[in-house]
Every structure is written in structure tokens, then in C-alpha cells.
Antibody, heavy 121, light 105 residues
Framework: QVQLVESGGGLVLPGRSLRLSCSASGFIFNNYGMHWVRQAPGKGLEWVAVISYDGSVTNYIDSVNGRFTISRDNANNTVFLQMSSLRAEDTAVYYC??????????????WGQGVMVTVSS | EIVMTQSPATLSVSPGESATLSCRTSQEIVNNLAWYQHTPGQAPRLLIYHASTRATGVPDRFSGRGSGTDFTLTISSLQSEDFGIYYCQHYSRWPRAFGQGTKVE
């Protein structure tokens, strides 16, 4: 069955960087687009970024554009989220999610359990 | 940017009763809408896609309707495992967006 396992979260100072990883198994990873979605404490879900099956196409929500970079390593079935210039408002549980479309154009049929990122001094 | 508005914020129901959740979009999205269930501490779960198609393994007490800008999710004969937060999400254009959620308690 599909498994998505996030890692790399933790406590980080404002302005610093952090890289999240999502290890995938149970499906042909390089056939599908992948997303990152976050949930701030007490808030709802917020879509963050998407990457196409081959890494050629990416898209971001405005609030992270230029600070976050999504990438993937198809040889190791892993998707990453490099987060820079972190702000307090980036504090959230970050989920990776699998799209059913190769370019990430549709909906998310599998999600990970999430990893917590706390940005605080 | 498409804004998603869910109502009500909270729905109090008893097991065996039915619940109807609403999702409205600020722009026309045809049927490019999904519903997810999120229970605290667990991964969100896809319930419905294309506004009305149940995902694999989803019981037929879950049904979705609507097109354009107005959508509903109905849970008939609520079971204990159905309590949680329900989100609608569009996939019509970028950026993707979720509603703020309806808590079924």
C-alpha cells in the first residue's frame, strides 16, 4: 500500500532554513506529481507547493514563493521541501501528498502523517 | 485566487443521524472539487473527487453533489468513525485552496 513518511521537522530560529523530506513507497513514484500541504496550529489545511513527476514543473503559494523550493529525487523515491528565510507564520504541520496526475493537476489520493515545523526564537 | 467557504463551522450530530456539509467557491470550478476527512493525529483521507465520485474504499453513506460554485457532502447514518473535520478543496487552477473546514462532532 502507499506510504508517505515525512521527516526533517523541528524547532528553528526565524530567518533560518530547514529541509523537509518525504519518503514514498508502495507506488511508482516517478509517475506522479507530489504536493506539500501545511496546517498551522488551530487552522485549516493550506496548499503550499507542487512538483511534477519529472521535476520539470513546480508551483507555489504566493506566501512562500521565493523562499521555499520543492524538489524530488526519483532514484530514491523522495520529495523535498527546502524552506529558507523562515517566519513565525510558517509554523505548521507539513504534510506531503500524492496527486493522481503526473503533473499534480488533480486531487490528493494519499497523504503522510505530517511533520511539525516550529519557527520561534 | 479562488476562495472556498464551508458551512457550518461545526455540526453537532448523533450516531445514526445524517449530516450535510456545504462548500461554496468564489469562482466557477465545474466539478473540480474533492472532499477530505481529517481526524486529529492522522493523515487526511480522500473521500470524494470530481464533486461526486467516491474514492476507493469509501462507504456509500458518503455522497457528494454539486457543480459550478455550490457543493455538498452528505453523510447518512453517521458512524463513530465519521467524526472529525471535513475539508473541501478545488483543483481548478493555481493556487489550490481548501475550505476552512467543518467539524462534525
Amino acid at each position: 500500500q502507499v506510504q508517505l513518511v515525512e521527516s526533517g521537522g523541528g524547532l528553528v530560529l526565524p530567518g533560518r532554513s530547514l529541509r523537509l523530506s518525504c519518503s514514498a513507497s508502495g507506488f511508482i513514484f516517478n509517475n506522479y506529481g507530489m504536493h506539500w500541504v501545511r496546517q498551522a496550529p488551530g487552522k485549516g489545511l493550506e496548499w503550499v507547493a507542487v512538483i511534477s513527476y519529472d521535476g520539470s514543473v513546480t508551483n507555489y503559494i504566493d506566501s512562500v514563493n521565493g523562499r521555499f523550493t520543492i524538489s524530488r529525487d526519483n532514484a530514491n523515491n523522495t520529495v523535498f521541501l527546502q524552506m529558507s528565510s523562515l517566519r513565525a507564520e510558517d509554523t505548521a504541520v507539513y504534510y506531503c501528498a500524492k496527486d493522481i496526475h503526473s503533473y499534480g493537476y488533480l486531487y490528493f489520493d494519499s497523504w503522510g502523517q505530517g511533520v511539525m515545523v516550529t519557527v520561534s526564537s | 485566487e479562488i476562495v472556498m467557504t464551508q458551512s457550518p463551522a461545526t455540526l453537532s450530530v448523533s450516531p445514526g443521524e445524517s449530516a450535510t456539509l456545504s462548500c461554496r467557491t468564489s469562482q466557477e470550478i465545474v466539478n473540480n472539487l474533492a472532499w477530505y476527512q481529517h481526524t486529529p493525529g492522522q493523515a487526511p483521507r480522500l473521500l470524494i473527487y470530481h464533486a461526486s465520485t467516491r474514492a476507493t474504499g469509501v462507504p456509500d453513506r458518503f455522497s457528494g453533489r454539486g457543480s459550478g460554485t455550490d457543493f455538498t457532502l452528505t453523510i447518512s447514518s453517521l458512524q463513530s468513525e465519521d467524526f472529525g473535520i471535513y475539508y473541501c478543496q478545488h483543483y481548478s487552477r493555481w493556487p489550490r485552496a481548501f475550505g476552512q473546514g467543518t467539524k462534525v462532532e
